[in-house]
T-cell receptor, first 112, second 111 residues
Framework: SQTIHQWPATLVQPVGSPLSLECTVE??????LYWYRQAAGRGLQLLFY??????ISSEVPQNLSASRPQDRQFILSSKKLLLSDSGFYLC???????????FGEGSWLTVV | AQSVSQHNHHVILSEAASLELGCNYS??????LFWYVQYPGQHLQLLLK??????LVKGIKGFEAEFIKSKFSFNLRKPSVQWSDTAEYFC?????????FGAGTRLTVKP
């Protein structure tokens, strides 16, 4: 069966520090991968999605970036965090035909 | 890029009342449509989904949704809500591999 792992679960980082959130999917190949941020009253904001290795579509202007170095690995990064980057980040995957989406457990990021 | 709109930010109903939550999307091509529910302190759960076929889709817990292509809508309904339906509801649309969610509708059911 397919599983999705996301880590770390909780992170407290100072302003200006770097960020790396990692996500891996097991039990499937060539998934579509997603990074979302969930904020109260704003639903799930799509940050990045990827349909293949090295293929990243960005939805937001950033100091955030994403990379897909391997088929089932998706990384969310920042060189310098802002206070406004605080939030709950979710990694997710779907099959190639865009069917049901499966979420990781999420990562709580607090920038102080 | 496509977008997803949920009309109601917060809906308050009494038990046994009927529910309809609106969802509209902007995308001209073929879409897959979803409704998810998030109970307080929990992760998102899939309520129902539409890929093709009968535009009236039945999901779990007595929920259903109707896809009206001409209106670009996928409204969620339940004939009689219960206190346990208190949660946040998210519509989602996948049109070009970019799965997008609406801002959510918070439903409060009063006993």
């Amino acid at each position: 069966s397919q599983t999705i792992h996301q880590w770390p679960a909780t992170l407290v980082q100072p302003v200006g520090s770097p960020l790396s959130l990692e996500c891996t999917v097991e039990g499937t190949s060539n998934p579509n991968l997603y990074w979302y941020r969930q904020a109260a009253g704003r639903g799930l904001q799509l940050l990045f999605y990827s349909v293949g290795i090295g293929q990243i579509s960005s939805e937001v202007p950033q100091n955030l970036s994403a990379s897909r170095p391997q088929d089932r690995q998706f990384i969310l990064s920042s060189k310098k965090l802002l206070l406004s980057d605080s939030g709950f980040y979710l990694c997710a995957w779907t099959g190639q035909f865009g069917n049901t989406i499966y979420f990781g457990e999420g990562s709580w990021l607090t920038v102080v | 890029a496509q977008s997803v709109s949920q009309h109601n930010h917060h809906v308050i109903l009494s038990e046994a009342a009927s529910l309809e939550l609106g969802c509209n999307y902007s995308y001209g091509g073929t879409v897959n449509l979803f409704w998810y529910v998030q109970y307080p302190g929990q992760h998102l759960q899939l309520l129902l989904k539409y890929f093709s076929g009968d535009p009236l889709v039945k999901g779990i817990k007595g929920f259903e949704a109707e896809f009206i292509k001409s209106k670009f809508s996928f409204n969620l309904r339940k004939p009689s809500v219960q206190w346990s339906d208190t949660a946040e509801y998210f519509c989602a649309v996948n049109g070009d591999n970019d799965m997008r969610f609406g801002a959510g509708t918070r439903l409060t059911v009063k006993p």
